[in-house]
């Protein structure tokens, strides 16, 4: 278990969704803890529950396709050789 105050001596930099970055504020608001600390906290988790069960799954809602079309595939077409 991973416990506050830890020390924190890296850095990780990454992108992340708005809604999700909002909801972290939120969360962190809610709990009076630092951004930066409620990240640890729902890493650190989120890392416990992957080494209890093994498994990694995404629970986010799938796309409609209205919301997020697919990028057409390209066919590809079956040719005959020519004959000459």
């Known amino acids: 278990m991973y416990k506050l105050p830890m020390p924190s001596d890296a850095f990780v930099t990454f992108r992340i969704p708005t809604d999700l ?21 729902l890493v650190a988790r989120g890392i416990e529950a992957y080494d209890k069960d093994g498994i990694l ?27 000459k």
């Open 21 to 41: 970055k909002r909801r972290v504020i939120e969360i962190a608001e809610e709990t009076q803890r630092s951004m930066s600390q409620t990240f640890i906290l």
């Open 57 to 83: 799954v995404d629970t986010r809602p799938k796309n409609k396709p209205s919301e997020s079309p697919e990028k057409p595939t390209a066919a590809k077409k079956q040719t005959k050789p020519r004959r």
